[in-house]
């Protein structure tokens, strides 16, 4: 294994395995084969099967937003796919609005808008 090939291995295992279906559902498109067939490996020894897999996508392809190339879009605030965007406020310290701002919005952080 090269060093990429490695860090890309390090970066999976410590991958929760919300974040890894995520990857191999609403991200796929933009995934090379290998990463995918790497995620797919460690989320079976994780005992994740492939109706699972197959649910997730489902789930993602009714609730996420997608980009016209077919990806999810992302949440403004984390990694997860987005299922809601609008206008919402850019917050100092994540507290006081200090001015509007366009917001894409996972599961998570939809109350942000
Ligand atoms: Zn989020």
Known sequence: MNADADKVQANILKSDTEDLLDRVTAYRIG???QAIDEIERELRKRGVNAV???DHREKC???CLFLPDGIAKTCSLCRS???KEGWGWHRLMGKVPIFPHWL???SRHASQL
């Open 52 to 54: 699972q897999i197959a």
């Open 31 to 33: 995934m090379e084969s």
């Open 61 to 63: 392809e009714r609730t």
């Open 104 to 106: 894409r919005c996972c």
């Open 81 to 83: 796919p987005a299922i």
